[in-house]
């Protein structure tokens, strides 16, 4: 296998698109959207119903997009319920990122025959650091911000609290600069958490010692990567919305021309997009006024194969508005993938891509037997 040619500096990133407009890329995080959007739908209603608002009366007001945020003073029993599909659905795209950089970390190894298959029995075997990892650099975090604040409550003792404050005044310094260091870290380990265990295939602790690493001596290239990074990711996203729109314009024009189905496609469409997008929501979303045009009022009357047809309409609005969410998404995971890549060879000179994974001794050792 030829490894990739990469310069190892910025004009890598512009791969990135390329790289990421794969069907099992693009198919891998439109499973974990629709998976995760289906929990995240079961548990919000039900949120809902527990803060006693009634299915009927929530599906009127939000439809397919539950939120339980926008109702005031929610009981914490709602809360909880509401947050934990928050998380399943996060989880799910942390895995097929993980997934997804895997894949990709093979192909700049020169494997174009990897597979997402391959690639979720990885996730199977390394799960755990992917979730703890940037879940314990938060803990970490809030530990000494703990710490910090008991150090501060010192000074209300009577008497000799202002002394013994004054004396750990630095070592309180150290902390608080601690804390802000590791919530950096934090946002950079729920960057990097699924690039590090894809590439490096670490451990917990060893995915938690990267984020360190890499931030601590890579920082500022980080953060000019990715500023290279997301309006390359803006303007390919536009383009590949651009033809799904154009795809959907001409589709609905041909099918509803007089002479085929008509005035019926366009009840029917009326009816799938109002369930899908809501008036509420195209009149906030000048994106999503542009997929779907024409919306008529509510109250469209439609005969029982036509509900049917609506049904399954919508569904499909759903899927390509996550197709093209999905493909977004892919974008980053790649480029953040390059970018870790990257970020390893200048900060010590380690050409990851020449690194003998798992499944490479895997490999060696049939061979080895073999021979």
């Known amino acids: ?15 990135a698109p390329r790289i990421a407009l794969s069907g099992r890329k693009i198919l891998s995080f439109l499973k974990a959207n629709l998976f995760g959007f289906v929990i995240y739908f079961l548990l919000s209603y039900l949120s809902l119903q527990v803060n006693s608002l009634s299915f009927s009366e929530a599906f009127i007001q939000f439809r397919l997009y539950p939120c339980l945020l926008a109702i005031k003073n929610p009981s914490l029993i709602s809360q909880i319920i509401y947050w934990i599909g928050v998380m399943a659905w996060v989880i ?15 192909q700049l190894k020169g494997n174009e ?6 690639a979720k029995e990885f996730v199977g075997k390394h799960h755990i650091p992917i979730i703890m990892s940037w879940l314990t650099i938060f803990i970490i975090a809030t530990l000494f ?4 604040s008991i150090f501060a409550l010192i000074g209300k003792i009577p008497l000799f609290g202002e002394i013994i404050f004054a004396i750990l005044y630095l070592l309180c310094i150290a902390g608080a600069i601690f804390t802000i260091y590791t919530l950096v870290v934090f946002v950079i380990s729920f960057i990097y958490t699924p690039s590090i265990v894809a590439t490096m295939e670490e451990d917990t602790i060893g995915t938690v010692f990267q984020s360190y690493s890499i931030t601590w001596s890579q920082l500022w290239r980080i953060i000019v990567y990715n500023l290279v990074l997301i309006p390359i990711a803006i303007l390919s996203l536009a383009i590949f919305k651009w033809f799904i729109f154009t795809s959907y314009t001409m589709t609905n024009l041909l099918f ?39 919306i008529a009022n509510q109250g469209i009357s439609l005969s029982t194969t036509e509900y049917i047809a609506g049904v399954i309409i919508a569904f499909s609005l759903l899927i390509l508005l996550f197709i093209i969410l999905s493909y977004g998404l892919s974008i980053l995971s790649v480029g953040e993938t390059i970018i870790f890549t990257i970020v390893k060879f200048k900060s010590n000179a380690e050409n990851i891509l020449l690194r003998l994974d798992e499944d490479d ?8 037997e073999l021979k």
Not at 1 to 14: A, N, Q, S, T, V
Not at 113 to 118: Q, T
Not at 145 to 148: K, L, S
């Open 256 to 294: 509803g021309a007089n002479f085929l189905m008509g005035q019926k496609l366009h009840k029917i469409m009326q009816w799938a997009t109002n369930l899908v997008l809501p008036n509420s929501l195209l009149s906030k979303s000048e994106l999503i006024s542009q997929l779907f045009t024409n």
């Open 145 to 148: 911000a703990i710490g910090t």
């Open 361 to 368: 001794e895997s490999n060696g050792e049939m061979i080895s």
């Open 92 to 106: 799910l795209l942390f895995f097929a990122c993980t997934a997804v950089s895997r894949v990709t970390y093979k």
């Open 113 to 118: 025959l990897y597979s997402i298959g391959d």
């Open 1 to 15: 296998m030829d490894l990739l040619k990469l310069y190892f500096d910025i004009r890598d990133i512009f791969r």
